[in-house]
């Protein structure tokens, strides 16, 4: 049982992919019970309960990885579970509480202040029980979250991907309890055809270093929807270009596999127009490319240390001057590469994807200006 609240695994293989969340999703289950009627109690003002908990499922470092993490159990009727670090957003969500705040709190006080919210919340709470632990508590309401099963979701992608497409290859795919994301490359002329049209307008031809890419990202405690994000990937060591916004479902209102379906369908037809917001690029020329991809990136929220460095990969070839909107996003898609270098992996890299692709909605001259940004 991989219970730890910081496990994690890669897959090099489809089968290894769905082999193990056909296997997660046999232990795991769902659970409805009024939100009014669950409590938090804390580990440690509760040593007999963690002491059942250890023999009940024969697992004695639980309570330990439990204790380091949220520190607290979370009772349902006669069940009682340790509760995950993946938990804790949707839970504080349930009982309308949040701020930074309640992380500081010493853990008993914590489980007293939750306990008065959830006393008063109306509706019931969809609690997913995974690993040994509870993973996420949502509204269980009919218009609250909606099911997806990740086998479900990764098996369709699979079945469209691989029979639309002969030159289809699985490039990675990654769990943790948070997020699961699975990656293909694609090899197809008449998908990318467009752009490697433009390309070579603009500059060389780049023969076969150019193929599409599809990534899948979905989460059963509410920190993705089931999103598909397409991409090219450029040059020998196949660096991202993130082609705009990804095709989201999320897990609300009556959300149905049906409409994750039509999203697969729809990837693929959005690439052509994807690429035609890129290609505008090329016929962009900004003076002060330095500052234009400083402000760009901090205003989509990256993180200093990374906008650092993407700044330094681009000053290392630019050569001066002006230049074209393209070679832009291209220096800022870099960060995206750098951080798959780095092994940043799962939610953290889905969030810098989709602060990338925000980039494409900005207006880039509000940045083309001397000096230091401010």
Not at 104 to 113: G, H, Q, S
Not at 127 to 143: C, F, M, T
Request: glycine share 8%.
């Amino acid at each position: 049982m991989n219970y730890q609240d910081d496990f994690s695994i890669n897959f090099t293989k489809e089968d290894q992919l769905h082999g193990f969340l056909e296997e997660l999703e046999e232990r795991a289950g769902w659970d409805v019970r009024p939100s009014s009627s669950i409590r938090l109690l804390p580990a440690e003002e509760n040593e007999a309960l963690c002491q059942r908990i250890t023999e009940e499922l024969e697992e004695k470092g639980i309570i330990p990885d439990t204790c380091r993490n949220t520190g607290l159990l979370l009772k349902m009727g006669r069940s009682v579970y340790p509760l995950g670090r993946s938990s804790l957003a949707t839970l504080k969500s349930r009982a309308r509480v949040n701020g930074n705040a309640l992380s500081d709190l010493e853990k008993p006080k914590l489980a007293r202040i939750l306990n008065d919210c959830l006393k008063v919340t109306r509706g019931d709470a969809l609690i997913r029980i995974q690993e040994g632990k509870v993973r996420a508590v949502h509204g269980g309401d009919e218009s609250d979250y909606c099911i997806l099963p990740m086998t479900e979701i990764f098996g369709t992608a699979s079945s469209y991907i691989n029979g639309k497409y002969d030159e289809a290859t699985f490039k990675a795919g990654y769990y943790d309890h948070t997020m699961t994301t699975a990656t293909w490359e694609i090899e197809d002329d008449e998908l990318v055809s467009s752009y490697r049209k433009a390309l070579r307008n603009y500059r060389e031809d780049l023969n076969d270093q150019l193929s599409a890419a599809v990534r899948i990202s979905t989460s059963d405690v509410g920190a993705s929807g089931a999103n598909i994000y397409y991409s090219l990937l450029i040059g020998e060591d196949k660096r991202p270009l993130v082609l705009g916004k990804a095709l989201k479902l999320a897990h609300e209102k009556k959300a149905s596999m049906a409409e994750f379906d039509a999203n697969m369908s729809m990837a693929f037809a959005r690439y052509e127009e994807a690429l035609a917001g890129v290609e505008r690029l090329f016929h962009i020329y900004l003076n002060h490319p330095v500052n234009v991809i400083s402000g760009l990136m901090e205003r989509v929220k990256i993180g200093k240390k990374m906008i650092a460095e993407t700044v330094e990969q681009f000053k290392a070839t630019y050569m001066g001057g002006a230049c074209s909107g393209y070679d832009v996003y291209c220096a800022i898609c870099t960060s995206i590469f750098l951080s798959e270098v780095n092994g940043v992996q799962g939610k953290p890299l889905a969030d810098l994807e989709e602060a990338v692709s925000r980039c494409l909605t900005l207006r880039w001259s509000d940045y083309d200006i001397p000096g230091d940004l401010k």
